[in-house]
T-cell receptor, first 113, second 112 residues
Framework: DTEVTQTPKHLVMGMTNKKSLKCEQH?????MYWYKQKAKKPPELMFV???????INESVPSRFSPECPNSSLLNLHLHALQPEDSALYLC????????????FGPGTRLTVL | GQSLEQPSEVTAVEGAIVQINCTYQ??????LSWYQQHDGGAPTFLSY????GLEETGRFSSFLSRSDSYGYLLLQELQMKDSASYFC?????????????FGGGTRVLVKP
């Protein structure tokens, strides 16, 4: 199984809502990532989890809260988002080590009204 | 800081060869990756170079010159399905969890 799955595919939320994005992989990868991607732009790293611990937070606003319940799951909790947070949110995973390719999920298209 | 430069767009016809250049400025460079992303799709890994030279994978090849801080992706025998965005990405030494920094992307349009 070389797949990263993400749910939901699309999400529309108001600025006062609380929602969560979910990501799952069963490749035994111990590094997992959240990226944000705006149209016609590259993915921007948000968070990195290594062995279920947060190892990198790229100065992301606190309205985004990541969680790694176990080695296969990664969540991104959303609260009080702004319209400019509308984007494609990508999850990825990889083996740990000097270099290993990242496997990306299909993403969640988020619209904040 | 870090920067990666690649052309924003390239247009070519089916069967042609396209070279996408990527120049980078970064401290602690470890390796250069290439990812492909179709519109509405997820980025997918194409290749990785940590050492100088050419890596070939089917119709795609990637090259790295560490001394010139330069790499390229070569797409041969272009097919319509190769129309996509292509990103170079730098891996830095001591970057936890295989952190990657992506270039701005090159949109490749293949015409019949």
């Amino acid at each position: 199984d070389t797949e990263v799955t993400q749910t939901p595919k699309h999400l529309v939320m108001g600025m006062t809502n609380k929602k969560s994005l979910k990501c799952e992989q069963h490749m035994g990868h111990r590094a997992m990532y959240w990226y944000k991607q705006k149209a016609k732009k590259p993915p921007e790293l948000m968070f990195v989890y290594s062995y279920e611990k947060l190892s990198i937070n790229e100065s992301v606003p606190s309205r985004f809260s990541p969680e790694c319940p176990n080695s296969s799951l990664l969540n991104l909790h959303l609260h009080a988002l702004q319209p400019e947070d509308s984007a494609l949110y990508l999850c990825a995973s990889s083996q740990e080590g000097p270099y290993n390719e990242q496997f990306f999920g299909p993403g969640t298209r988020l619209t904040v009204l | 800081g870090q920067s990666l430069e690649q052309p924003s767009e390239v247009t070519a016809v089916e069967g042609a060869i396209v070279q996408i250049n990527c120049t980078y400025q970064t401290s602690g460079f470890y390796g250069l990756s290439w990812y492909q992303q179709h519109d509405g799709g997820a980025p997918t890994f194409l290749s990785y170079n940590a050492l100088d030279g050419l890596e070939e994978t089917g119709r795609f090849s990637s090259f790295l010159s560490r001394s010139d801080s330069y790499g390229y992706l070569l797409l041969q025998e272009l097919q319509m399905k190769d129309s996509a965005s292509y990103f170079c990405a730098v891996k830095r030494i001591k970057a936890a969890g295989n952190k990657l920094t992506f270039g701005g992307g090159t949109r490749v349009l293949v015409k019949p």
